[in-house]
């Protein structure tokens, strides 16, 4: 059963110009502004608060996919590895208050819609398979793989990974995980 958010009526005062926009901008998306101003405010708390002192940076993805064609796979996978298991908790510490595989699962969520990143997320009762699609070449597929196969090594979460040039496909077994990993 889905329990409906709570709501609260607000008034805000905002610039002239910026209502204007919000409007111009929520009858593109054949929203409501409030609808829009409400998942502006969302979004904002879920991530851009916390992001960037998260450790997370705004990068061009196309100077992004370049690296990568210029960076060999072992190298790749020798930096994520060395950096992952600390990078990890303190952006799941930061940003959700926790480090466990829902923390992850939320942040793998956040992350792909802040990149463009498509994701597709299929469920049934032994695992969840989430299909990352992130059109940043073989590399880009290797440095997802090996960040996440850290992290839910260090959950203690039983995964398996398949990738092609562009995409991900994390399939996370379903069971008893542990939290709080070193």
């Known amino acids: 059963m889905v329990v409906p958010k709570q709501t609260e009526s607000v008034s805000l005062r905002l610039d002239k110009n ?8 929520a009858n593109k998306q054949k929203l409501s502004p409030n609808a829009l101003v409400s998942q502006i405010l969302d979004s904002h708390l879920e991530w851009e608060l916390t992001a960037a002192a998260a450790g997370w940076v705004v990068m061009p993805k196309p100077f992004l996919i370049e690296l990568f064609k210029i960076v060999d796979g ?3 996978e020798k930096i994520i590895t060395k950096l992952s298991s600390r990078m990890a908790k303190d952006i799941s510490l930061y940003m959700r208050g926790k480090h466990d595989l829902n923390s992850w699962i939320s942040l793998i969520r956040a992350r792909c819609i802040r990149s463009a990143f498509n994701l597709t997320e299929y469920e049934d009762e032994t695992k969840h398979e989430l299909i990352m699609q992130h059109d940043m070449g073989e590399n ?4 997802f793989k090996t960040y996440f196969q850290n992290i839910f090594h260090d ?4 995964t398996e990974f ?3 040039d562009n995409t991900l496909v994390i399939k996370i077994e379903k069971g008893k995980t542990s939290s709080w990993h070193k």
């Open 18 to 25: 910026t209502w204007n926009r919000l409007k111009v901008v």
């Open 140 to 143: 880009g597929s290797l440095y």
């Open 74 to 76: 072992d190298t790749i």
């Open 155 to 158: 959950l203690g979460v039983k």
């Open 162 to 164: 398949d990738y092609t």
